[in-house]
């Protein structure tokens, strides 16, 4: 289960489609979860809104979006084994309430859905699109909020084993994604150390996406172009260039995805970049 | 004096901060008493303006003649806000209620109600010919539209509503239907008289419900009368934002009159011609060409983009050019706007 996050906008819906294309293609059984916003998640698959079923996008390959009154129900009924005859309506409902008032309890509903489908084990690999950086951690500190608030009961000891699982270093990981630009690179910097405040989920590694390609020309050699769009567009190259290296230079080592120019569907990005997944080992 | 209100929504990252201090610094340079809410902003933006450090009360900026400057503190304004509508003992209850402050952190509509309170506050004060108002950026600012509505529903018991079932209850009521059956399993599953307390809470927050929705329905109508910029790039993730406003407000407030695309590439990139210079050698022309070929495609991709979003919501588009290097002084950020006279007028 790997759960895929940065800065909003970074391109992670993108990177995340990418990757469930590439295990995909390589034979395996692949589940992509949208936990918050699944818009981007569909239209990088190349299909219709997501629900909470889970559909199937190609051979391989399943989609859903967690929404939260569903997960609530599924959370009720099967992690805390709340019996159908019991009054789930009411209960639903006093929950519901809980979920968007006190702390972290919305934030367990949410990433019950992915570790639940772990549990069950229907998949080889679970890719989630999760919330974006700012979010990030209140979801993955969930369980130990639930702790904090709750003394006792089926939640807490459900809050336990879902901590135990997302610190499990062989079934839980996160890819952090980002673009060589001063906020993202910086956010994605606080992530980090965070991480290593509060190690809630092992790191597989930083994805730096929409990285520019070399320009093969020296500052010298764009000036002696003539005055024109060439001039103009490979100083503006040279320029967003220099801007990217600084920050590249902060980013720790890890996979880089090229800047995809004039491609115009979310679907082409992430067919594009599952392709560029595949030429590497 | 009657304040005009500019505000400037859009995604995380598309300029909005910066374009803010543009529209305030050209309007403070045509003579209008002019003050710009800042949300967050960076570091070098605030070099820009020459300020050290920015409160939620207005402080002129130096570098500006006519300019002030404040930015969002959500959580004084959220304190204040409590203190003005309920009882002082209620408000010191709710202010140390550790569900209110997770309410007040992670509401998606707090922050932008917070913001929006702020805004009122500043148009009541008549001293500004000109608010320009930069939003947060969660739900692509359209969270600042629709937050006043949001905040009176929740503030107005409908959790209460949910928790209780239809009506309204009064405080004894209330302990008679946590006493419920249903309920007390509820209390088993969490494992506390949790329920309680959140009632408790609501009950607390329930009492703000008059004054806040008085101020909110001042905030809606300040809103109405307010021009909305709404900023953009060609990029995926601020374009879905962008076209919420259109697609998913209700009623009129807060539909943009003004979409503006930032970071806009010259459209000439496309006309490319033969790279005749003499002396010029090989590889430098081969990779030059190779380098507008691919840029070229990025400006035809960004025109497809905007003609498509021009035609769907009938608008005329405003193009604000890529700028090569981040404005460091308030001539650079008034320098934005040279090239987009339609922007500037705003600004008049």
Known sequence: MTFVSGKGGVGKSAITASLALRDARRGKRVLVIAMSESIGAATHLATEPLSYEPRRIRSGLDALAVNKSDALDEYLRLQLRVPRAAPTKVLTRALSVLAETAPGIREIVTIGKPVYELWRGAYDIILVDAPPLGQLFSYLRAPSTIADLVPAGAIRAQAERMSAALEDEGSAALILVTTPEELPVRETQMALEQLEDEPVIRLAGVITNRVLPELGLTGEQVETLPHGPYRAAARHHHLAQSQQLRWLDEVPAGPRFPYLFGIHTAGEVAEKLADLWGERP | ?348
Not at chain 2, 10 to 22: E, F, I, P, Y
Not at chain 2, 306 to 318: P, V
């Open chain 2, 1 to 348: 004096m009657s304040t005009r209100v500019l505000v400037i929504t859009g995604a995380g990252g598309v300029g909005k901060t910066t374009l803010s201090a543009a529209l305030a610094v050209t309007a403070a340079r045509n003579g209008l008493r002019t003050c710009v809410i800042t949300v967050d902003p960076a570091r070098r933006l605030a070099d820009a303006l020459g300020i050290e450090s920015l409160t939620n009360h207005p402080g002129p900026v130096a570098a500006q003649p006519g300019l002030s400057a404040a930015m969002l503190d959500v959580t004084a304004a959220w304190d204040a806000m409590v203190y003005r509508h309920a009882d002082p003992e209620v408000a010191e209850r709710l202010l140390t209620n550790p569900f209110f402050r997770a309410l007040a952190d992670r509401f998606p509509a707090a922050q932008a109600y917070a913001a929006g309170e702020q805004m009122a506050e500043h148009i009541e004060s008549h001293r500004w010919d000109l608010l320009v108002v930069d939003t947060p950026p969660a739900g692509g600012g359209l969270d600042f539209y629709t937050a006043p509505g949001k905040m009176r529903e929740v503030i107005g018991g409908k959790l209460l509503k949910w928790l209780t079932g239809a009506s309204l209850p009064g405080r004894r009521t209330l302990f008679r239907m946590t006493a419920r059956p249903a309920l007390k399993l509820a209390d088993a599953v969490l494992g506390g008289p949790l329920l309680e307390e959140i009632a408790e809470f609501l009950m607390d927050l329930r009492s703000l419900y008059d004054g806040l929705s008085k101020r909110a329905r001042a905030i809606e109508n300040h809103l109405r009368q307010a021009e909305s910029i709404v900023v953009t790039t060609a990029e995926p993730t601020p374009l879905r934002e962008a076209r919420r406003f259109f697609e998913e407000l209700e009623n009129a407030t807060g539909r943009p009159g003004t979409v503006v695309f930032n970071k806009q590439l010259p459209q000439e990139w496309t006309e490319v011609k033969n790279l005749r210079s003499p002396g010029i050698p090989a590889g430098v022309r081969s990779a030059a060409r190779e380098n507008l070929i691919r840029w070229a495609s990025e400006v035809r991709l960004q025109h497809d983009i905007k003609q498509e979003f021009s035609t769907r919501y009938g608008l005329q588009l405003i193009n604000v050019p890529w700028a090569s290097e981040a404005p460091t002084s308030v001539d650079a950020l008034a320098g934005l706007l040279i090239h987009s006279p339609d922007l500037a007028a705003r600004a008049g």
